[in-house]
């Protein structure tokens, strides 16, 4: 049996973490938000471009395979099981990214076909 004081150690490590993890964030989330209000004070901001497109893609892919491994595994180690869902859970979140990549694409693909002149 560990000591008391090993035991508060190991306790009270992942909550320090955790505290630190959620101060970081707090304070990178303030200060760029100060950061952008600044910058459109001087009429220096420009806005991100972000490819929803491309992000669905590498982010199905992504968990596709992730999924697809940690389905392996543990359908491989511990049959089927409870476990099963937790590589079921990113499989079908990554095949569900890459069928609304694919629906998109198609959409605008046909959008593309009835403009005259595009």
């Known amino acids: 049996m560990p000591s008391t004081a090993a035991q508060i150690i190991v306790t009270i490590i992942p909550i320090v ?42 982010a199905g892919l992504l968990l596709t395979c992730i999924g697809a491994s940690l389905l392996l595994f543990f359908f491989v180690m511990q049959g089927f099981s409870y476990g099963v869902l937790s590589g079921l859970i990113p499989l079908a979140t990554g095949i569900g990214l890459i069928i609304y990549f694919s629906v998109r694409m198609l959409i605008k693909k046909k959008n593309d076909e009835k403009r005259p002149g595009a």
């Open 17 to 58: 973490g955790i505290v630190f993890g959620c101060l970081v964030i707090f304070f990178f989330l303030f200060w760029n938000h100060k950061q952008k209000v600044l910058l459109i004070e001087k009429g220096l901001y420009k806005k991100a471009d972000f490819d929803l497109d491309a992000f669905s893609l590498f």
